[in-house]
T-cell receptor, first 113, second 109 residues
Framework: DSGVTQTPKHLITATGQRVTLRCSPR?????VYWYQQSLDQGLQFLIQ???????AKGNILERFSAQQFPDLHSELNLSSLELGDSALYFC????????????FGEGSWLTVV | GDSVTQMEGPVTLSEEAFLTINCTYT??????LFWYVQYPGEGLQLLLK?????DKGSNKGFEATYRKETTSFHLEKGSVQVSDSAVYFC????????FGAGTRLTVKP
C-alpha cells in the first residue's frame, strides 16, 4: 500500500458525459501528479500540483482540468468524454516539488461507452 | 524538453537468464533517475533510483548505474524469476516525473 488513495476504482460512463476522479496523497506529501495510461500511448503525464498551485503541465487536453485543494487532495475533471479517453488514470504524490520518489495510487479505470 | 527512451518490448526470457533493459535520457540539467515496476492490475512501484552521476541503485537483485557520459540508466538483473514478470518503466525527474514507454518482461519457467 503506497498510501495514495484514488476513487473510484472503476467507472463506466457514456460519451459526452463528465466525471471527476479523486486523489488523496500520502500523509505529508505536498505534490500531486496525474497520469493517463492507455494501451497505445503508454504512461502520459497530465499535470502536477504543489501545495495547491499548478506546477507543471503535460499532455492534458483542454476538456480536462484539475485542482488541488487546501487539504491537499486533488481532483481530475474529465468532460465531453470520448471513447478515446478510456484509460487508467493514476494519481501520484511526493514530498517535494521535484527530484524525489513519487508514489502511485492503484488507479481509476475509466471506460467510456 | 526532458525525455526518456527505453528499449521496446516485449522481452521474453527463461528463468535464471540475464536481463538488460536499456534506458537513455535527454535532460537539460542533472535529473534524478528511476526504475519503476508495474505488476498486473497494480499501480507503479519504485524499484530503484539514483540521484547523481555514477550512483548505482539496487533492489531485489536489480541494478542500474547513472552514466552521465552516455546519458544512460540501464536496468540489469543476473538471474530473473517468474515473479519478475511485469512492465518496467524508466523515468527521470528534474521537476515533474517523465516516464519511458515501458518494457513488458515475461519470464517463463
Amino acid at each position: 500500500d503506497s498510501g495514495v488513495t484514488q476513487t473510484p476504482k472503476h467507472l463506466i460512463t457514456a460519451t459526452g458525459q463528465r466525471v471527476t476522479l479523486r486523489c488523496s496523497p500520502r500523509s505529508g506529501d505536498l505534490s500531486v501528479y496525474w497520469y493517463q495510461q492507455s494501451l497505445d500511448q503508454g504512461l502520459q503525464f497530465l499535470i502536477q500540483y504543489y501545495n495547491g498551485e499548478e506546477r507543471a503541465k503535460g499532455n492534458i487536453l483542454e476538456r480536462f482540468s484539475a485542482q488541488q485543494f487546501p487539504d491537499l487532495h486533488s481532483e481530475l475533471n474529465l468532460s465531453s468524454l470520448e471513447l478515446g479517453d478510456s484509460a487508467l488514470y493514476f494519481c501520484a504524490s511526493s514530498v517535494q516539488v521535484s527530484g524525489n520518489t513519487i508514489y502511485f495510487g492503484e488507479g481509476s479505470w475509466l471506460t467510456v461507452v | 524538453g526532458d525525455s526518456v527512451t527505453q528499449m521496446e518490448g516485449p522481452v521474453t526470457l527463461s528463468e535464471e537468464a540475464f536481463l538488460t533493459i536499456n534506458c537513455t535520457y535527454t535532460a537539460t540539467g542533472y535529473p534524478s533517475l528511476f526504475w519503476y515496476v508495474q505488476y498486473p492490475g497494480e499501480g507503479l512501484q519504485l524499484l530503484l533510483k539514483a540521484t547523481k552521476a555514477d550512483d548505482k541503485g539496487s533492489n531485489k537483485g536489480f541494478e542500474a548505474t547513472y552514466r552521465k557520459e552516455t546519458t544512460s540508466f540501464h536496468l540489469e538483473k543476473g538471474s530473473v524469476q517468474v515473479s519478475d514478470s511485469a512492465v518496467y518503466f524508466c523515468a527521470l525527474s528534474e521537476g515533474d516525473m517523465r516516464f519511458g514507454a515501458g518494457t513488458r518482461l515475461t519470464v517463463k519457467p
